[in-house]
């Protein structure tokens, strides 16, 4: 099945604050991670959880919580650049892989 | 410092030509990856190499195979390419293969087969 779950589409208005979930079933955690990807572009990364809580980089911050298996993506102050397909990826050990596994990405559409 | 390149950015194929995409990184990174990414979906691993003179099948592998030349390049090859082998394909490289190494992507090969 699925590992990780995401919504498929975000709409904000510039300036808003958006959230993005992501929700993972894994046997062994070892953190989750986000990647941005712009259209016609390759994924980068902007951050990886391993423990609970909030992690803070400039507008971008990321949430985990281990207990619910559930983490998010807080953009602030939206620009028109954010405008992205955002990606969570887990090590799934359910595949046996030493490799992450990405979800299917949520495309941010954001509006003036 | 390029980081990760790919060659070649854009490839049209007919039905049963092989080929191979070429990737190399130097950032000395132990690991290297190759994703392939449909429209709209997202990066669905091919194979990986944990470390030079290793590799693994990831979720998709099959029409394809691998080789980890040295540290620095990884190819895919295709043998018999398919129409339903068109994808965009992804090379990324880290430092390891650990949840929280990041990980580095190449520009993408673009490949349609006919």
């Known amino acids: 099945g699925q590992s990780l779950e995401q919504p498929s589409e975000v709409t904000a208005v510039e300036g808003a604050i958006v959230q993005i979930n992501c929700t993972y079933q894994?046997?062994?955690?070892?953190?989750l991670s986000w990647y941005q990807q712009h259209d016609g572009g390759a994924p980068t990364f902007l951050s990886y959880?391993?423990?609970?809580g909030l992690e803070e980089t400039g507008r971008f911050s990321s949430f985990l919580s281990r207990s619910d298996s559930y983490g998010y993506l807080l953009l602030q102050e939206l620009q028109m650049k954010d405008s992205a397909s955002y990606f969570c990826?887990?090590?799934?050990?359910?595949?046996?892989?030493?490799?992450?596994?990405f979800g299917s990405g949520t495309r941010l559409q954001v509006q003036p | 410092n390029a980081g990760v390149t790919q060659t070649p950015k854009f490839q049209v194929l007919k039905t049963g030509q092989s080929m191979t995409l070429q990737c190399a990184q130097d950032?000395?990174?132990?690991?290297m990856y190759w994703y392939r990414q449909d429209p709209g979906m997202g990066l669905r691993l091919i194979y990986y190499s944990a470390s030079e003179g290793t590799t693994d099948k990831g979720e998709v592998p099959n029409g394809y195979n691998v080789s980890r030349l040295n540290k620095r390049e990884f190819s895919l090859r295709l043998e018999s390419a398919a129409p339903s082998q068109t994808s965009v394909y992804f090379c990324a490289s880290s430092t390891g293969t650990g949840a929280g190494n990041e990980q580095f992507f190449g520009p993408g090969t673009r490949l349609t087969v006919l």
């Open positions: 950032m000395n990174h132990n690991s």
């Open positions: 959880n391993a423990l609970d």
């Open positions: 990826a887990v090590r799934d050990s359910t595949t046996g892989r030493r490799a992450l596994t």
């Open positions: 894994t046997s062994g955690f070892y953190g």
